[in-house]
Nanobody
Framework: QVQLAESGGGSAQPGGSLRLSCTASGLDSYFYCLTWFRQTPGKEHEGVATIDPDGYTNYADSVKGRFTISKDNIKSIVYLQMAALKPEDTAMYYC????????????????????????WGQGTQVTVSS
């Protein structure tokens, strides 16, 4: 059973930075895609950044150039480095894992189909305000 635990959320000023971490356990194969989603009250999950088994990354247009997703396969941790934060980045951020996911899986689906993810963390709140 895959378990995910996010950490690193908090408050930041506009233009500031935060780094989120997602520690995974129970990943029983190499073929997982890991994605950061975010959600604000009353809205659907928004895919922010995704990384496939081979380490290829893709981003939502809203965060491209500001956020960086990476992973440490040995420690089973996925990171989301967030820079140049904006108030509209305020949300609950979730880490999610999609099994049987191969390198080259179209990013469109990975970022826009949260229903394909079988494992989710509990979320960590990010608040950006002055």
């Amino acid at each position: 059973q895959v378990q995910l635990a996010e950490s690193g959320g908090g408050s930041a000023q506009p233009g500031g930075s935060l780094r989120l971490s997602c520690t995974a356990s129970g990943l029983d194969s190499y073929f997982y895609c890991l994605t950061w989603f975010r959600q604000t009250p009353g809205k659907e999950h928004e895919g922010v950044a995704t990384i496939d088994p081979d380490g290829y990354t893709n981003y939502a247009d809203s965060v491209k150039g500001r956020f960086t997703i990476s992973k440490d396969n040995i420690k089973s941790i996925v990171y989301l480095q967030m820079a140049a934060l904006k108030p509209e980045d305020t949300a609950m951020y979730y880490c999610a894992a999609k099994s049987k996911c191969h390198a080259g899986t179209p990013a469109w689906g990975l970022l826009r189909r949260p229903q394909d993810y079988g494992s989710w963390g509990q979320g960590t709140q990010v608040t950006v305000s002055s």
